[in-house]
């Protein structure tokens, strides 16, 4: 009778821990590309954000004596 041994040996162990390692690796450097493209896209909008508020400011202080 032919048995299914839970165990691996030597190779296939090398060989399975060597595929998750590429997994790990692989999923890590998406997580760390997409944490960039997130912090450069919330760092434009708030340049943005103040870009639009400093632009109101300082058209509040040319318009002061116009109110």
């Known amino acids: 009778a032919y048995e299914i041994h839970e165990r691996l040996v030597g190779s296939e162990r090398c060989i399975r821990d060597s595929l998750w390692k590429i997994c790990r690796e692989n999923v890590d450097r998406i997580v760390k590309i997409c944490i960039n493209l997130m912090k450069n896209s919330y760092q ?4 943005a ?17 116009e109110k």
């Open 49 to 65: 954000d103040i870009m639009s508020l400093l632009d109101h400011a300082a058209f509040e202080i040319r318009t002061v004596d």
């Open 44 to 47: 434009q909008c708030m340049e």
